[in-house]
């Protein structure tokens, strides 16, 4: 039943019913959405410091901007997570036997898959953990206006910015290593070159 669901999709060179990969543009959404968010509100914190630079270049902002569009990009990577982790699963479900090899970390393909879909369940209660935190330090706990976040909160966003590194890096490996839903790799893999096919 479930092979011929998949038989009826039309997949691709990639393994997919459409020419790219989701799941991966999604990503680098949701990480430069996250990592925008936590430097500005680096920025708003260190704002006094950096002041007398934004003065000489001409930027006439205030400190409540950088929160602002710290607290804007963090709200949008919690949006756009969801997305992308739906997508994630999705193009996981197409995945077609992978290869029986190890990755550099000593993972097969199945285990590399199961780690990068439970670390992006767990990314995702994070971003949103710290969306929820985000909204209270802004909205309600604030006893100084100028300053909207805590130490503690740029501290966990870096904390979590590592974790991101770490399964992004299972999520390379999928793809570099084990050639899940890679067009060129699967293309290389079978003798075509991905130069002219994908033209």
């Known amino acids: ?3 011929e669901t998949i038989d009826q999709l039309n997949l691709g060179t990639n393994g997919l019913p459409y020419p790219i990969p989701i799941h991966p543009n999604l ?25 007398p630079v934004f003065k000489y270049l001409s930027i006439s902002a205030t400190r409540s901007n950088f929160f602002d569009v710290g ?18 699963f999705y193009e996981m479900l197409l995945v077609d036997s992978p290869p029986d090899i190890n990755s550099a ?3 097969g393909a199945m285990d590399t898959m199961i780690w990068h879909g439970v670390g992006g ?31 503690r909160y740029l501290l966990a966003g870096f904390a979590i910015m590592f974790l991101m590194y770490v399964h992004g890096t299972l999520g390379a490996q999928l793809a570099a290593e084990f050639g899940v ?5 699967h293309l290389l893999r079978t003798g075509q070159n991905p ?3 994908l033209r």
């Open 1 to 3: 039943m479930y092979s």
């Open 27 to 51: 990503v680098h959404l949701t990480l430069g959405l996250f990592i925008l968010a936590i430097a500005f509100d680096v920025i708003g914190v260190f704002f006094p410091f950096g002041k």
């Open 71 to 88: 607290w804007y990009n963090m709200l949008a990577a919690t949006i756009i997570t969801f997305f992308t982790v739906g997508a994630g």
């Open 105 to 107: 970390w000593n993972l």
């Open 121 to 151: 369940v767990l990314l995702l209660a994070m971003i949103v953990g710290m969306t929820v935190w985000r909204g209270f330090e802004r909205y309600i706990w604030r006893n100084d206006i100028s300053r909207q976040v805590r130490l």
């Open 181 to 185: 839903h890679n067009t060129a790799g």
């Open 195 to 197: 130069n002219i096919v």
